[in-house]
């Protein structure tokens, strides 16, 4: 099982981005994926999750910038970063619970990464 973010870069304030996760040897349908980030000098956290029913589920500073969405066929989720700002700057990875244990659209207790990629808001 493994899950691969991609899609970081370099990007102005205000611009936008789109990061994937693809997953292999498991189905989205069947686990909640969730966004994570870790921004230098602090600790991971929850951006938002897909659960797997397709509902989503959106931390407080990222409502309304950003959308979480999936391509079951491509085995895939999406992150739509939208006006981004300097403080969004991070490493963002996807995760999931390998167990399907799911809560509030999110992995309850996500034991599956994926490499991160790195996000960087700047001008």
């Known amino acids: 099982v493994q899950l691969q973010a991609s899609g970081g870069g370099l990007v102005q304030p205000g611009g936008s981005l789109s990061l994937s996760c693809t997953a292999s040897?498991?189905?989205?349908?069947?686990?909640?994926i969730g966004w994570f980030r870790q921004a230098p000098g602090k600790e991971r956290a929850k951006v938002g999750c897909?659960?797997?029913?397709?509902?989503?589920f959106y931390r407080g500073p990222v409502k309304g910038r950003f959308t979480i969405s999936r391509d079951i066929a491509k085995d895939t989720v999406y992150l739509e970063l939208k006006d981004l700002r300097p403080e969004d700057t991070a490493i963002y990875y996807c995760?999931?619970?390998?167990?399907?244990?799911?809560?509030?659209?999110?992995?309850?207790?996500?034991?599956?990464w994926g490499e991160g990629t790195l996000v960087t808001v700047s001008s």
């Open positions: 995760a999931a619970d390998s167990r399907r244990n799911e809560v509030d659209h999110c992995p309850y207790n996500p034991d599956l």
């Open positions: 040897k498991f189905t989205l349908d069947r686990h909640a």
């Open positions: 897909i659960g797997d029913d397709g509902r989503t």
